[in-house]
Nanobody, 123 residues
Framework: QLQLVESGGGSVQTGGSLRLSCTASTDMYNCMGWFRQAPGKEREGVASIYTFQDTPDYAVSVKGRFTVSHDKYKNTLYLQMNSLKPEDTAMYYC??????????????????WGQGTQVTVSS
């Protein structure tokens, strides 16, 4: 059973930066992604990457500010978040799947999920 462990959340002011990490216990996946859920809102896709293509996909709201990357030797997914805004405040979840189910448009489809890490951006 693949397990995901996230780290790197925290509190920052508007314009600040944070870097999230997510390490998988095995390499039995072909995609990983970041999703987030704010209080009272549905989960939404943030960024994902398919390891066989190494091509990232971003939500429109974060494009140009966030960068997703994958280290295949460490089985680790990163999310560098710059120019953070209060609307980025949410619980961020890492997801992975062995059948390519990491679409940002289907945010509940992935088979494996981390426990979440809180990101809070104050104005």
């Amino acid at each position: 059973q693949l397990q995901l462990v996230e780290s790197g959340g925290g509190s920052v002011q508007t314009g600040g930066s944070l870097r999230l990490s997510c390490t998988a216990s095995t390499d039995m996946y072909n995609c990983m992604g970041w999703f987030r859920q704010a209080p009272g809102k549905e989960r939404e896709g943030v960024a994902s990457i398919y390891t066989f293509q190494d091509t990232p996909d971003y939500a429109v709201s974060v494009k140009g500010r966030f960068t997703v990357s994958h280290d295949k030797y460490k089985n680790t997914l990163y999310l560098q978040m710059n120019s953070l805004k209060p609307e980025d405040t949410a619980m961020y979840y890492c997801a992975a799947d062995h059948l390519g189910r990491c679409s940002l448009r289907r945010p509940n489809e992935s088979n494996y999920w981390g426990q979440g890490t809180q990101v809070t951006v104050s104005s």
